[in-house]
């Protein structure tokens, strides 16, 4: 059936495709129970059956540590199940709404029913997490599903083909492996909706196939996230909370603080506690550490040294880290100051352990300069001046913020997570991520004849002046 040893042809392709879009309705009329039935089956498959397994691959993929794989892979999908378990009566029930009273005699509601046939193309960097997690949305809804991971992590896209398979038909959820020809391939059928989790510029092309057959899509991208430490703000704390944020999976994090503003007072205060933290988190070498992972490969490892050795060469200092592994995918927790804002650690989404610091003096600033750029996924904020957080969410845009911490609004199933244009279009997570994977229908039911029938041809003065008396009153 294969065209390779991994990828299926474009007629297999079709053919599952075709499978589960005559399955479609069958899987949409199944009763909730089933629904429910079928995510604590997932549930058992993540959290008990293959966690091993997982775990393994991610150490094979990325030399990600076990500790990391739980907490931001296994529990980020466990806790997505257990919520939509917790609400999926709630959020499947039919919703009534009031009816105006110019159609007196009838009565209004929304009704979520699934889209159909879904793809899920998802990413590298938390592939469980980031493939997982919305399926759990797409299962909640009723559909239909089509995963293609990415193939820069082979070991835990083999996990996760045999994962699926233990739990759903191929008529209904299936994961296919591949390279870029079967996501071309993929992006050529009338799907429904595609959630598609990347980079802005593969989110282009994704949009522009789903254009071709008029399918929705849900984009979770990136972008550079930044994040401001004014002078109110605890530096210890800021410190330790970022250098979380900032080297956890290697930097390899779409929410990742990109860069910190941090006001010129608090700046060489700032650095010392990053290189007492770095310490503290990994040794003396967080190459030999543990607790750090790796970057995927060796591609993506040149490119963020390409981006240390070019901001060195404009001016930057390193104030900590720096190093690079000549024999294996590593590179240090690096931060860097007097960067050059020309410098591509400043220009592009840097997507690996390097935090450039820039200091300020005035915040009005800042928010100029954050605004002169893309809107982006996430933007952090370290203060404890009320003014100055209200001052900075007022005038700023992101998809979503965290105070006084960062990247922890992710795990929060009740906050709706997405970017804003070039960081992404449409939400996930809980209820946002069920309605992303739904189509909210619009039900209006007569009951007894209504006054819009007085008001039909043909159009006479009286009905005219109901008509008029209807436009102002009603």
């Not at 299926?8 to 053919?15: C, H, Q, R």
């Not at 990742?256 to 700046?267: G, L, M, N, R, T």
Request: hydrophobic share 40%; charged share 20%; glycine share 6%.
């Amino acid at each position: 059936m294969e065209a390779s040893k991994n990828q299926l042809s474009l007629k297999d392709i079709t053919a599952i495709f075709n499978l589960q879009k005559a399955n479609q309705y069958a899987v949409a009329n199944q009763p909730i129970s089933e629904r429910r039935r079928k995510l604590k089956a997932l549930k058992k498959a993540v959290e008990v059956t293959f966690r091993s397994a997982i775990q393994e691959a991610l150490a094979k993929d990325m030399g990600k540590p076990k500790a990391e794989v739980d907490l931001t892979e296994i529990y980020p999908v466990t806790s997505e199940i257990k919520h939509a378990l917790s609400h999926l009566n709630s959020w499947t029930r039919k919703q009534s709404v009031s009816t105006p009273l110019a159609f007196m005699g009838a009565s209004s509601s929304i009704q979520y029913e699934p889209k159909g046939v879904c793809l899920i193309i998802s990413p590298w960097n938390f592939p469980v997490n980031l493939t997982i997690a919305p399926l759990v949305s797409a299962i909640a809804a009723g559909n239909t599903v089509i995963i293609k991971p990415s193939e820069m992590t082979p070991h835990i896209s083999k996990v996760m083909k045999e994962l699926i398979a233990s739990v759903f038909e191929e008529n209904e959820v299936i994961l296919v492996e591949g390279a870029i020809q079967t996501s071309t391939d993929l992006l050529s059928l009338p799907f429904n909706h595609i959630f598609f989790t990347g980079a802005p510029s593969i989110g282009k092309i994704v949009m522009s196939a789903a254009a071709k057959h008029l399918t929705s899509v849900t984009l979770e991208l990136g972008g550079k996230s930044p994040t401001i430490v004014d002078e109110t703000a605890s530096v210890k704390i800021a410190a330790k909370r970022i250098a979380w944020g900032k080297f956890v999976n290697a930097g390899q994090v779409c929410i990742a603080p990109d860069y910190i503003y941090v006001h010129e007072s608090k700046q060489e205060e700032l650095v010392t506690e990053f290189k007492k933290v770095i310490q503290s988190f990994y040794g003396d070498g967080a190459n030999n550490s543990a607790n750090y992972t790796q970057i995927v490969n060796s591609s993506h490892k040149s490119r963020v040294g390409e981006m240390i050795t070019e901001a060195k060469a404009q001016g930057a200092t390193v104030a900590c880290g720096g190093k690079i592994d000549g024999d294996s995918n590593f590179i240090e927790p690096t931060i860097l100051t007097n960067v050059s804002m020309d410098s591509k650690v400043m220009q592009n989404e840097i997507f690996g352990p390097v935090l450039p610091i820039i200091s300020y003096k005035n915040i009005s600033e800042v928010i100029d300069t954050i605004n002169s750029k893309e809107k982006p996924l996430a933007l952090y904020v370290y203060s404890n001046s009320n003014k100055d957080i209200k001052n900075i969410l007022k005038n700023t845009r992101a998809g979503g913020s965290c105070i006084n911490n960062n990247a922890v609004h992710f795990f929060n199933n009740n906050l709706p997570f997405g970017g804003a244009n070039n960081s992404g279009i449409g939400k996930s997570h809980g209820v946002f991520g069920f309605q992303e994977f739904s189509n909210a229908r619009g039900v209006l039911k007569q009951h007894i004849p209504g006054a819009l029938e007085m008001l039909m041809p043909p159009y006479t003065n009286f009905k005219e002046t109901l008509i008029n008396l209807t436009i102002k009153w009603f």
